[in-house]
């Protein structure tokens, strides 16, 4: 009760509330086709890319949600560029790990050259949903919703490539064309979950809510469903505790969407017992 | 040149840190190589987490953060290898296990900075980004020792371990232990990974575990050839990133060396590109 009383009178509480469903409800459905086509690790290294795009916007002094976009849609066309040559898997992995140790640097450097605290790298990698601005609410919303309008547009195709290539193939669906879609959709995504969970825990609102969701249940629309209302969950608990706590969304979040999860596996052990 | 050397050398805490980032840098260079070739980097990625928060819940309970992370690295490297082959864990378990473990040194993280106020804020920085220029004395003697222990075996058991690698079922047949070597390998991997996590960081750690044994191996293919190249670049890689950071003091000493880690994979990925063996 108290806690709707002081909604009702702190606007950054609002924008904290509103920025975080909005988000919560787009990293539900993208990262649902994201696990779909196994592109979980994609989404992780999309996510802290963000966090040197965030950092040297705030050391240029334009506005961080486009740094976390910009670095997050650039890094989605390398990939994209990467997987067109197929390139080799060990190789790959090392790619992967040297990038990702790369952007953490890059961001850490950015942050220190930045007459700013040095702790406001921890907000940009862990989250710090109580300093969202009207302005960023309203980007985030607009982002969101052409996300999802793409998603609805390309679903039925991209859901028949992603499950069958070669037949989708043969009906006439261009897979490589969605392919590239779809990395820049959850470059997208994974800028704005950044934004609410930090670049470290993107992961947590994009994958763990899908994988619980299809742990549950087979059925698309359900799953998708399920997926949208396990993030709101994590992203409102975590809100309550911020504010009624002041402990860290960063935390709350994560383990939201884990245990969750670890429910959902010993729910399918009890079931097929 | 050498004036600038001269007096980067005249500083305690620069001496301290090329001697504890050289013993960091040998150690990551020989066990990066093994990693890449056992095609175990999930582990580095996996170490690296625990790290932070192990760092954070040792200083938490009020005890040295050393513990904990050695604890934490060490003890994880030994589960990992216990569940091995038989628990071939998906990517989004393993994700999720990683944000979890992640969310709580974040929990911590806030715990401590709200209990202890002040000049401990830049705890959380330390832990995820390193602090090599602000080892004391005896931090650099146990890093030197540690570094030196896991070096030397790792250079022990590396031909069984080569040999393990290359070919398991052979090297089983022959009588080596593969099982036993592969817990050793990665507990010695948790050792240096704690080590590198007080010059790097938790979150850099991986890219000097990565970036200077695969340069070396995109370059030679001999293996014992390629890990010596390997403990070059990265050395290479910490003398020049230390000596970066101290004539510019604004340019992090983790970032120099993970950016010029980085660069050489990059250089020899371009050198191997532009004339194929």
């Known amino acids: 009760m108290e806690l709707l009383r002081d909604l009702a009178e702190f606007e950054f509480m609002r924008n904290a509330l509103a920025a975080a469903t909005v988000v919560a409800i787009g990293s539900a459905v993208v990262g649902w086709f994201a696990v779909l086509r196994r592109a979980t690790f994609t989404v992780h290294t999309l996510a802290i890319v963000g966090f040197p795009g965030a950092s040297l916007a705030a050391l240029l002094g334009v506005s961080v949600s486009l740094g976390y976009l910009a670095f997050a849609i650039a890094a989605a066309a390398v990939i994209a560029s990467a997987e067109a040559r197929g390139a080799g898997q060990r190789e790959e992995t090392a790619v992967v790990g040297t990038v990702q140790a790369l952007a953490l640097s890059s961001g850490f450097l950015f942050v220190s050259l930045s007459a700013r605290n040095v702790s406001s790298s921890q907000a940009l990698l862990f989250g710090n949903v109580l300093g969202v601005t009207q302005a960023q609410v309203w980007l985030l919303a607009a982002v969101t919703a052409v996300v999802l309008t793409v998603l609805a547009a390309v679903g039925r195709p991209l859901l028949f490539a992603s499950l069958d290539r070669e037949v989708a193939t043969a009906r006439g669906v261009r897979p490589q064309l969605l392919d590239v879609l779809f990395l820049a959709l959850l470059g997208v995504a994974a800028a704005t979950a950044s934004q609410i969970t930090g670049s470290l825990l993107a992961f947590a609102l994009l994958v763990i809510p899908a994988a619980t969701a299809r742990l549950l249940t087979s059925r698309l629309g359900w799953s998708i469903a399920i997926s949208v209302v396990l993030a709101l969950l994590a992203t409102w608990t975590g809100l309550a505790a911020a504010f009624a706590a002041d402990w860290p969304i960063g935390f709350a979040v994560p383990t939201v969407a884990f245990g969750a999860y670890v429910a959902a596996h010993a729910l399918r052990l009890a079931r097929s017992a | ?277």
Do not use: K
């Open chain 2, 1 to 277: 040149m050498l004036a600038l050397v001269t007096e980067m050398l005249s500083h305690e805490f620069m001496r301290n840190a090329f001697l504890a980032g050289t013993a960091v840098a040998v150690a990551c260079g020989l066990a990066g190589s093994f990693i890449l070739l056992r095609g175990q980097l999930f582990a580095g990625d996996a170490l690296s987490h625990v790290a932070f928060t192990g760092t954070l819940a040792a200083l938490l309970l009020g005890v040295d953060g050393r513990l904990g992370l050695y604890g934490g690295t060490v003890g994880v490297a030994a589960l990992l290898a216990l569940l091995g082959s038989r628990a071939r864990a998906d990517d989004v378990a393993i994700g999720s296990v990683f944000a979890f473990v992640l969310g709580v040194g974040v929990l911590l993280l806030s715990m401590f900075t709200a209990t202890m106020s002040g000049a401990n804020s830049s705890v959380g920085t330390a832990a995820l980004f390193g602090s090599i220029l602000g080892l004391d004395t005896g931090a650099v003697r146990v890093i030197v020792s540690v570094g030196a222990l896991a070096s030397l075996a790792l250079v022990v058991v590396a031909r069984p371990l080569l040999f393990a690698t290359l070919d398991e079922g052979v090297a089983a047949a022959r009588g080596v232990p593969t099982r036993a070597l592969g817990v050793a390998f990665l507990v010695i991997v948790g050792v240096v990974a704690a080590e590198a996590a007080q010059a790097v960081g938790a979150l850099l750690l991986l890219g000097l575990l990565a970036a200077p044994a695969a340069a070396a191996q995109v370059l030679v293919r001999r293996p014992y050839v390629a890990m010596a190249l390997a403990v070059a670049v990265a050395v290479g890689a910490m003398w020049l990133g230390l000596a970066a950071s101290f004539a510019l003091p604004s340019v992090p000493p983790s970032f120099a060396v993970i950016a010029l880690a980085a660069v050489s994979y990059a250089v020899a990925g371009g050198y191997r590109w532009l004339r194929p063996a």
